[in-house]
């Protein structure tokens, strides 16, 4: 079974500029998330969709970043305009989420890094 | 705020030995715990997990260790091997949903040959 992909792997950009990550579940988890993760921190979750919905995006600062789920499979996550605290590895995960939890699996993220 | 911690922000082990990590917890509401490992350049892989309605579970070579009492969890690993060089993570969630996910800072754990 493939587990989740993302892209791109690494990613530098100035600060003002604007990026997208991209993030490909396991077929048939409907439930998706999006983590940030600070060098030396643990992830810390930005949104979560349950198919194309959203379930919690209470931590998602919104006035730079967004993120969408359309189709309820793939999922893009935008940050305009970056600043330099957005450093960080971006994570998504996916899970089967059925009534009570389940195991949530990552990706291998992509390092973000703003100069 | 409530937070996960970790007592150790590094742990160094000889290969064989047995491995602890710790980790406390502050909210009294969490149910359910689960424990990452972060080897370089990965995400977070799934270890072992426990819901707050038991008190030990054991898995392949690891076992979680949870006790309420003094809000305090632990991830025992038995003859530690050189793979098992990693960040361990301890995560919490409430309301019985994995959704709502709350790591701690993680204990970088060395294996030395």
């Known amino acids: 079974e493939a587990g989740v992909a993302q892209s791109p792997r690494y990613k530098i950009i100035e600060k003002r500029q604007s990026v997208a990550f991209w993030c490909n579940p396991i077929?048939?988890?409907?439930?998706l998330y999006w983590y940030q993760q600070i060098l030396g921190q643990g992830p810390k979750l930005l949104i979560q969709?349950?198919?194309?919905?959203?379930?919690?995006d209470s931590q998602l600062p919104k006035d730079r970043f967004s993120a969408e789920r359309l189709k309820g499979v793939d999922s893009t996550l935008k940050i305009q305009p970056a600043k330099l605290e957005d450093s960080a590895v971006y994570l998504c995960?996916?899970?089967?989420?059925?009534?009570?939890?389940?195991?949530?699996?990552f990706g291998p993220g992509t390092r973000l890094t703003v100069l | 705020g409530e937070s996960v911690g970790l007592h150790l922000p590094t742990l160094s082990v000889q290969e064989g030995d047995n491995s602890i990590i710790n980790c406390a917890y502050s909210n009294s509401a969490s149910d359910y715990f689960i424990w990452y490992k972060q080897e370089s350049g990965k995400g977070p892989q799934f270890i072992i997990d426990i819901r707050s309605n038991m008190d030990k579970r054991q898995g392949q070579r690891v076992t979680v260790l949870l006790n309420k009492t003094v809000k305090h969890l632990s991830l025992q690993i038995a003859a530690t091997q050189p793979g098992d060089s990693a960040v361990y993570f301890c995560a919490e969630t409430y309301g019985g949903s994995q959704g709502n996910l709350i790591f701690g800072k993680g204990t970088k754990l060395s294996v030395k040959p």
């Open positions: 969709f349950q198919n194309n919905g959203v379930v919690d």
């Open positions: 077929s048939g988890h409907a439930t």
């Open positions: 995960a996916s899970s089967t989420l059925r009534g009570g939890g389940d195991t949530q699996y």
